[in-house]
C-alpha cells in the first residue's frame, strides 16, 4: 500500500492563512493514510536534510508550502523548508537532482509549481524536471498562484481518491479529475481558478 511523507507549514516561513491550511491539509493527509502508512514533518521538523532522509522508501510525497519561481534560472526556483544545519530553508531544483527517490508520485501544492524554461532537448525545465530526473516518474503541479482553502479541499479530495479504488490506487490523472469535479460542485468554487490549476505531468497513470 502508498506510504506518504507529508512535509510543509515550515518554520520560520511567514504566518498567513496559506500557512495555516498547509499544516491542517497535512494533518489531515496523515489521518486519512494513518499513523503506520503516513510521516508528517511540519514547522521545526520540515527541514531539508529531514525531507531527504525521510522520502526513502515512501510511496507518495506531499509538499505543501509556498514555492518560490525563479524564471531565469529554473534550477533556482525552490520550495521554502524550514532552515537548518543541513540546509537553508530552500529546497532548490538544483538540490533535488541529487536526490535519489523511490516515491511513485510528487504532489506539490505550492503556487506555480509547474512553470519553469524549456531547454533545448529537455523540456520544461523546472521543479517537475528535477523530481523526474531524482527518480518520482509522475508530478502534480499547480500552473498558477492558488488559494489556501480550496486547495486544501482539492488536495484532501485527490488522496481520497487515489485511496478509494478497491483494486489499489487509482491512477493520478484519475484521481486529480475526480477531485477537480468535488470542488466544482462547490459554490464557492465553481470558478476555474480554484479547480483547474493542478496538472499532472510525467505518467498519469
Do not use: N
Request: charged share 20%; hydrophobic share 50%.
Amino acid at each position: 500500500p502508498d506510504t506518504l511523507l507529508a512535509v510543509g507549514a515550515p518554520a520560520g516561513a511567514p504566518a498567513d492563512a496559506a500557512l495555516a491550511q498547509s499544516r491542517e491539509l497535512l494533518q489531515r493527509l496523515g489521518a486519512l493514510y494513518g499513523p503506520d502508512r503516513s510521516h508528517v514533518l511540519v514547522g521545526a521538523e520540515a527541514q531539508e536534510d529531514t525531507f531527504a532522509h525521510a522520502a526513502r522508501g515512501r510511496g507518495v510525497l506531499q509538499l505543501a508550502t509556498h514555492g518560490l519561481l525563479d524564471a531565469a534560472s529554473p534550477l533556482y526556483s525552490s520550495l521554502l523548508l524550514a532552515p537548518g544545519a543541513g540546509g537553508d530553508g530552500r529546497l532548490e531544483a538544483r538540490e533535488v537532482l541529487d536526490l535519489r527517490l523511490d516515491a511513485d508520485l510528487a504532489v506539490l501544492s505550492a503556487c506555480e509549481t509547474a512553470r519553469g524554461r524549456v531547454g533545448a532537448g529537455e523540456g520544461l525545465v523546472g521543479l517537475a524536471w528535477a523530481l523526474f530526473v531524482a527518480g518520482v516518474p509522475r508530478v502534480v503541479v499547480s500552473q498558477w498562484s492558488v488559494e489556501a482553502a480550496s486547495t486544501t479541499t482539492l488536495m484532501l479530495a485527490f488522496h481520497r481518491a487515489r485511496l478509494r479504488s478497491a483494486t489499489g490506487p487509482a491512477g493520478v490523472a484519475e484521481a486529480l479529475r475526480a477531485a477537480a469535479l468535488a470542488l466544482r460542485r462547490d459554490p464557492r468554487y465553481r470558478h476555474p481558478f480554484y479547480w483547474a490549476a493542478f496538472s499532472v505531468v510525467g505518467d498519469g497513470a
